[in-house]
């Protein structure tokens, strides 16, 4: 997996967010969907606070270098290769005492901080609330409300904004010839780096995209359903990125009906979509996208997943019938 540090180092909008967070507090929560993006967000963070060169990060000295290469002695990470637990909090809570060897602080990395047991999470109150000096804790999170009110009060929380479509194309490393495979996942990435690098080396990606595009295309009678049904269920483990590409198509066939082209995310099949915008009716598109929407719900709760996908597909049918 990439070290994508240096590339979003020199993207301005990272520059000015890094200055905000230049005067923060001991402890920081670093919100963002995008786990590669965090990553690369922290330790530029740490080496804003740690680099001597007049312009920070500069990101070539020792410092900076140790940093991205993860062999600085001051910095701790957690939550890495397992979720927290209290024996990872005990270690942090000893830590947390010894004095840095080689930085002005000690910097504390805890990722995936929202899957940390509530026992853990109990367990680092007080070494948050009443840090040594020199302890900074970073605390990267992808869902807010899974991290408890009490550790959420006692630090400071930022939004990392994301990446423009432009911006992941430009950031995510690939081999020459890869260009379109880039381009094609980078629309319904999200502006996620993390998303485009599962699509990149997801081999079923783009025969579950076509399938999709299909079922808008095709999908037309009840006798239709069982088919693509059938197809649909061949990749029942990623059932939800089925669903993700249904719904941004059905998306952005209303952006397009809506004349708001400009936030058409897929561009590749932008003809396919005019022509199915002017044949879909605005109100089906909304009720469709949130059928797709409630599915998605469903399925988290161990639902019968082919009832659920027949069920979906015929519901599809019915809207476009009651709204023509």
């Known amino acids: 997996m990439s070290n994508y540090t240096f590339k979003i180092s020199g993207l301005s909008k990272y520059k000015g ?55 600085a002695l001051d910095v ?9 637990m209290v024996d990872d909090s005990e270690a942090i809570v000893s830590s947390s005492f010894v004095v840095p060897y080689e930085f002005k602080n000690k910097y504390f990395i805890l990722k995936n901080f929202d899957e940390a047991t509530v026992q853990a999470q109990n367990k680092l109150l007080k070494v948050i609330e ?24 006692r630090c400071q929380i930022y939004n990392v904004p994301k990446l423009s479509i432009e911006e ?12 379109k495979r880039v381009s094609f996942g980078a629309q319904f990435a999200n502006g996620s780096l993390t998303a485009l690098n599962n699509i990149f080396f997801d081999e079923q990606f783009e025969e579950i995209y076509s399938l999709c595009v299909k079922i808008l295309t095709n999908l037309k009678t009840s006798r239709d359903v069982l088919e693509y049904s059938s197809l649909i269920l061949k ?54 996208i949130k059928e797709i929407e409630s599915v998605k719900q469903k399925l988290k709760y161990n639902a019968n997943i082919s009832g659920v996908i027949d069920n979906l597909l015929l519901r599809i049918l019915e809207i476009k019938y009651i709204c023509k």
Request: charged fraction near 25%.
């Open 76 to 84: 701790e990470y957690f939550g890495e290769d397992k979720n927290i």
């Open 168 to 179: 992941l194309k430009n950031v995510f490393d690939f081999e020459v010839g890869q260009g």
């Open 17 to 71: 967010f890094l200055q905000s967070l230049q005067n923060s507090n001991h402890a920081v929560i670093l919100f963002s969907k995008d786990k590669l993006l965090l990553d690369a967000i922290s330790s530029l963070y740490v080496m804003m606070q740690e680099c001597d060169n007049e312009y920070k990060p500069c990101m070539f000295c020792d410092t900076c270098q140790k940093i991205i290469d993860k062999n």
């Open 130 to 153: 009443e840090p040594q000096k020199f302890d900074k804790f970073i605390l990267l999170v992808n869902n807010l409300d899974a991290v408890l009110p009490t550790i959420k009060s």
């Open 235 to 288: 990749h029942k483990d990623k059932l939800n990125v089925v669903l993700e590409i249904l719904c941004l198509l059905y998306r952005d066939i209303l952006a397009i009906k809506q004349g708001k082209q400009n936030l058409v995310q897929n561009t590749e099949q932008l003809n396919v979509l005019m022509v199915l915008a002017n044949t879909e009716n605005s109100l089906a598109l909304v009720n469709i």
